[in-house]
C-alpha cells in the first residue's frame, strides 16, 4: 500500500525536533504538548473565531495536508512547534471543536499532565471525569480515551475536553489527539 506524499508529508511535521533526544524526550515531548494544548483549545475553546485569527498564516497547512488532522472535514490546520517537538492544531469549520495532535510522546506522562491541568476548573465551574476506556481502533489497536466536562449548573452548555492515547512504543511514547468541544448539556 503506498501512501499519498501530501499525507506522508503532514505527518513528517510531528517528527520530533532532532535535537531532542534521550529517555526524558518523551516527556519533554509530553509537556510541550500540554502546553500547546492548553494555550489553544482550553483557553480558546469558548471562542474558537479568536483562536483562529491568532494563528499565523506562516503556519497555516495547505488543505491536503490539513486534510488526514480534520478528520474529513471542511476547517484548517497550523504547524506548531516548541523546541521539544512539532504538533498541529486542527479547527474545523464551525465554533464547536478544536484538536491539537502529536505524533509522539510520552503517553503516560501526556495523561497526567492531562488529569492535572483539566480536573481543577476555576469557580463556578464543576469538573467531573466522564470517560476512562480503551477500545480496538482499527489499523491503531487499543486507544486510551479519557474525558473530562467542565459545567456550570443550570448553564446550557458545556466544555467537554478529551485525550486520546494511541499504544506506546517500547520507549512508552505514542500518537495524541488532545481536543476541546462545546456540547448541550443534555449531551450525556
Known sequence: MTR????????????????????????????????????????GVSDLEALRAEQEEDD????????????????????????????VLALPEGDTFCAVHARRADVEHAHEAFVRLISEAPDPIEAREVRDDTR???????????????AVPEAPLKQLFTLSLAPADDDGRGQLMGSAALVTADDD
Not at 501530501?6 to 529517555?23: E, K, Y
Not at 472535514?73 to 517537538?85: D, I, K, N, P
Not at 480496538?136 to 479519557?146: C, L
Open 4 to 43: 499519498s506524499p501530501a499525507v506522508l508529508f503532514a505527518v513528517s511535521l510531528l517528527l520530533p525536533v532532532p535535537a531532542l533526544a534521550g529517555p526524558d524526550a518523551g516527556e519533554a515531548e509530553a509537556d510541550a504538548f500540554t502546553r500547546a494544548y492548553a494555550d489553544s483549545c482550553l483557553s
Open 60 to 87: 497555516l497547512l495547505r488543505p491536503e495536508l490539513a486534510a488526514p488532522f480534520l478528520g474529513g472535514q471542511e476547517g484548517e490546520a497550523w504547524r506548531l512547534e516548541s523546541e521539544a517537538g512539532r504538533f
Open 136 to 150: 480496538e481502533v482499527p489499523g491503531r489497536g487499543p486507544t486510551r480515551t479519557v474525558s473530562w466536562e467542565w
